[in-house]
């Protein structure tokens, strides 16, 4: 391989490196707070119901790249001109650009996904939670225990596909400039004027990661339906 | 108080605000999401009679657009096809002994770019919705004689229209908030006069803030009207 395939390579790796670790920590908390969001959205009482269909309808109506600006640029900023924050001994973690993307993108997935879990929760046929009920469970027990579980199986095709937009999302994360798959394409391209080998070794990249997520969506799927064949 | 006057005289029409500017930019917007999601919904017509056809190639070729379409970022795919576009449009331009000094018109390259990515959704709509139309109405026009063209003009395409309503809207939504991604190829449009703003100003938050809820107003209209349609369409569908 010549000098330019060895450079490409190395970028590709690097940014490979950034694009998992942020895909995983936004898939990890953003799944984990879809469903208190799902249930927010849902809940009898208006306290939890208007402040989550906000920010359902905030994430959702946006786009994605103008909340990553306004995170970073916008919430940066003010962050940056508070003393307390400024000179606080944390402020180097409120400078790093990749905080800012995992904390935006995490909140997109867990909006989308939970307006997923919300309509696969109100799939589940009524029939069961009235089983449940007049079996004598207590509501929490009927909720954990028979509509969750069938609420997951429902859920799991589109929870798997937000999260292969998410993985695509993470790509915009390069424009507040953290240096992930798409950045470092952008780097490569910006230095040496060749446009399509980074660009093409990116897509390939995204490619085989999207085909990992997707497998592993659908190993999840095979597990849990299994049984009702 | 001073701050909120400065804030509105930065939002305000005229020489000193941005409003007018960022009202172009919106409806430059919406123009390039009106009009990928056209293009994109001939590709997606294509895409879906494709994978139907049963011819091989066909099949194959319209399984990798919409598999690429669906793993690939946007943005990555945005960037391939406007390069690619120019390039190629660039060459043309020179061996046919035009100035090699060409420009793609920025509107047209923005729109194609990101109408391809639009049609590799839509193709999954419109299958969906073909699929969807009983196989006993292309049968009984079969069985009148009907050409394909016309079974597909005819009898398919009207058919399929209410059934893919929900998924169209779906895509009009997603097209409106993809259409940011354009200002990333330097087209502008809303969310570039809101950097741009933001950038003379240095008043970051209060424009991107604004982009955003242009882009929220725009989504929320766009759902309203859509729900609009759907309800009609419906109560056509039952009674007609």
Not at chain 1, 201 to 206: E, H, I, R
Request: hydrophobic residues 55%; contains cysteine.
């Amino acid at each position: 391989m010549d000098d330019f395939g060895v450079y490409l390579l190395h970028q590709i790796l690097a940014g490979l490196k950034t694009t998992i670790s942020l895909f995983v920590a936004c898939a990890v908390t953003g799944n984990l707070l879809a469903l208190p969001v799902g249930m927010a959205l849902m809940s009898r009482s208006r306290w939890f119901r208007y402040p989550a269909s906000v920010f359902a309808l905030v994430f959702r109506g946006t786009p994605l790249l103008v909340q990553l600006y306004i995170a970073y640029f916008g919430v940066g900023q003010i962050l940056a001109s508070v003393p307390s924050i400024r000179y606080s001994p944390l402020w180097p973690l409120f400078r790093e650009a990749y905080i800012y993307a995992y904390v935006t993108l995490s909140l997109n997935t867990a909006a989308y996904c939970g307006e997923i879990w919300r309509g696969a929760i109100l799939g589940v046929p009524k029939g069961q939670s009235e089983a449940g009920r007049s079996l004598g469970l207590p509501s929490a027990r009927i909720m954990l225990s028979i509509v969750l579980p069938q609420a997951l199986r429902i859920a799991l095709p589109s929870l798997g596909g937000q999260n292969i937009l998410l993985l695509k999302g993470t790509a915009l994360a390069a424009m507040i400039t953290v240096f992930e798959l798409m950045g470092a394409a952008n780097l490569v391209r910006a230095q040496t004027f060749r446009v399509y080998e980074p660009l093409m070794a990116a897509a390939l990249a995204y490619f085989l990661l999207a085909v990992v997520i997707t497998s592993g969506f659908s190993f999840m799927e095979k597990r849990l339906t299994s049984r009702y064949r | 108080m001073d701050l909120t006057f400065s804030w509105l005289s930065l939002l305000s029409f005229g020489d000193q605000g941005w409003g007018d500017e960022l009202l172009r930019g919106a409806c430059l917007s919406l123009a390039i999401a009106a009009c990928a999601y056209i293009i994109g919904l001939l590709l997606g017509l294509v895409g879906a009679v494709a994978k139907l056809s049963g011819n091989k190639v066909a099949v194959v070729l319209a399984s990798a657009y919409t598999t690429i379409i669906r793993s690939i970022p946007d943005i990555l795919i945005i960037f391939l096809v406007y390069y690619t576009a120019t390039d190629a449009f660039r060459s043309l331009m020179s061996h046919s002994g035009f100035s090699s000094e060409f420009q793609l018109n920025g509107f047209v390259a923005a729109a194609f770019s990101l109408g391809i990515v639009q049609g590799g959704y839509s193709t999954e709509v419109l299958r969906g919705a073909i699929i969807a139309v009983a196989s006993g109405q292309s049968e009984a026009a079969s069985a009148l004689g009907l050409t394909r063209r016309q079974i597909f003009f005819l009898i398919i395409l009207p058919q399929m229209f209410p059934l893919a309503l929900p998924g169209l809207g779906n895509l009009w939504l997603v097209v409106l908030k993809e259409s940011s991604l354009v200002s990333l190829i330097g087209f502008t449009e809303l969310v570039l006069v809101g950097k741009m703003a933001a950038g003379a100003s240095r008043h970051y938050l209060l424009f991107y803030a604004s982009v955003g809820a242009i882009f929220l107003v725009m989504s929320g209209i766009s759902a309203a009207l859509i729900n609009l349609i759907e309800a009609k369409t419906y109560r056509a569908w039952r009674h007609g």
